[in-house]
């Protein structure tokens, strides 16, 4: 087995927590969890406590990287779930003690960030993998096999837009907050990444934003000041020629809506929201008039479409059309899928599915819709993920360089 540390014991150490326990369960546990760190000492005994009912065994727990560091010499990884501005510190500290690392996403606060954390891979010759797990449902999954066998034709363009939250906080207040990313990056990296995992490559984006509630409302009534937006509305061009239309209202009240539709020359392709399990819906044109496939002849149309193996186990099929299961299973399945490819790179000597190239672009085309707007024209990704002087993110950065360790 593989000597695993958690560094972040909030809501997301937690559901990892939960992920391993899926791997488990399948007769597929490639990781022992030795160690749990996060500084609020409440947090890192939950966590432990957590393990010790799912996975049964209690890890060591620590306040400090360094601490654990010292204590542990026998780690071989780590799963970073921390606040974003700290993806970066504590993975490069990590690659220079020889680990490995998966960052939940994003891959860090800032593209500067980012590179500055592959770098630090590729100097120790160590993974680094991003967990992204909307790409791992496997509706996702039916939906780029039918779009790899041209079942479309080609695609001219992709809408990725949805609606809702209102008032309300998302998860945690900091995610609201322009130092720790703000709302639209963080939910925009699932779609970003999504777009080119089922499309293609991007090719620049443009977009306007706007941050229509300064204060947001969590469970317990308590207000908090929101200062990042919450409204991202923009165009983008693939690589392909295709050109893909953004649409995150997350302040949106009244009626709620999500669509995520291919468009190509044969038809459409309508993809259900991630983590629900509902069937794909495809409309193809034959002999001038539109027709509903239904899921099983979609698997005819992809004959040679199979899940990988854990994600098979833990869905309950290779071809599926379909699933039915409760949300915390869906959530604990995808992350486990992650953690899974993530053992599988260390142990198969090979990259990750989702690794820091990739975290990248999808950072760098989420933050570019709003450097698009500052800068007034259309941003190149290529020029995205490679100039760190960009005025949004250098906001965010270099009045605090000081306070970050």
Known sequence: MLALALVGCGGMGCRHIRGLRKLKE??????????????????????????????????????????????????????VTTSPDLHAPVGVAAFERGLHVMVEKPIALTVEQGAS?????????????????YRRDPMNRLARALIEADVLGPIHLFVQASSGSGEKVIITPWRHQKRSG???????????????????????VFGFNAIVDQRRVDNAGEW?????????VGVVRFENGAIGNWLINLAG??????????????GTLSIPHDRSGRQLELTLRRNGRDVRIDPDEQLALVPDFELDDVTARLFGGKRLGSYDLDYPDIDANLLAIEQADFAAAILDDRPPEVNGAFGLRSLAISYGFLEAERLGRAMPVNELTTNFDTPYQVELTRPALGGVS
């Open 182 to 204: 703000g709302i639209v990056v963080d939910m925009g990296i699932h779609y970003a990444d999504l777009m080119e995992y089922l499309v293609g490559p991007i090719r620049q």
């Open 253 to 266: 009240r009244g009626q709620s809506h999500f669509s995520r539709i291919a468009y190509g020359r044969e």
């Open 26 to 79: 399948i007769g597929t546990q490639p990781w022992e969890l030795a160690a749990v760190c996060d500084p609020l000492p409440e947090n890192a005994e939950r966590a432990a406590s957590s393990t010790e009912d799912l996975l049964g065994r209690r890890p060591d727990v620590f306040a400090s990287i360094e601490e654990m560091h010292d204590q542990v010499p026998q780690l071989d990884a780590l799963i």
């Open 224 to 232: 908090h000041e929101v200062d990042a937006e919450d409204l991202s």
């Open 117 to 133: 954390l592959i770098e630090a891979a590729n100097r120790a010759d160590r993974k680094l993998a991003v967990a992204e797990n």
